[in-house]
């Protein structure tokens, strides 16, 4: 089970933190994940994090103002996202892969395992 938490309307350079647990039957956790889709867009990848030695990915739109980090626990996620822009609005996902991948960033194919997705919009 995967649960994203902490969306909310913001305005134009606030700061929001979005939350993802992950409980119950994803016994295998390769990787983890926050994809946002926009209307009329496709879902893209805006971060992911390989659990076992935390190499990370960050979307090019959104490095530097994006960070993605694992909670001590080892079972939460979380997407720290700074100076927001009206283009970040969308409904965020988190997910979690039981792939191993070396050699490359994660795809969207590579995650099983989805939430129902938090939205965020950022207004001007």
């Known amino acids: 089970h995967v649960e994203e938490s902490g969306g909310q309307s913001v305005r134009t350079g606030d700061s929001l933190r979005l939350s993802c647990v992950i409980s119950?039957?994803?016994?295998?956790?390769?990787?983890m994940g926050w994809f946002r889709q926009s209307p009329g867009k496709e879902r893209e990848v805006v971060a992911s994090?390989?659990?076992?030695?935390?190499?990370?990915y960050i979307s090019d739109s959104v490095k530097g103002r994006f960070t993605i980090s694992k909670g001590r626990a080892g079972d939460t996620l979380s997407l720290q996202m700074n100076n927001l822009r009206p283009e970040d609005t969308a409904l965020y996902y988190c997910a979690a892969s039981s792939h191993w991948i070396n050699g490359r960033q994660y795809l969207e194919s590579d995650f099983s395992a989805w939430g129902q997705g938090t939205q965020v919009t950022v207004s001007s």
């Open positions: 994090i390989r659990w076992r030695d935390n190499v990370v």
């Open positions: 119950g039957d994803i016994l295998v956790r390769a990787a």
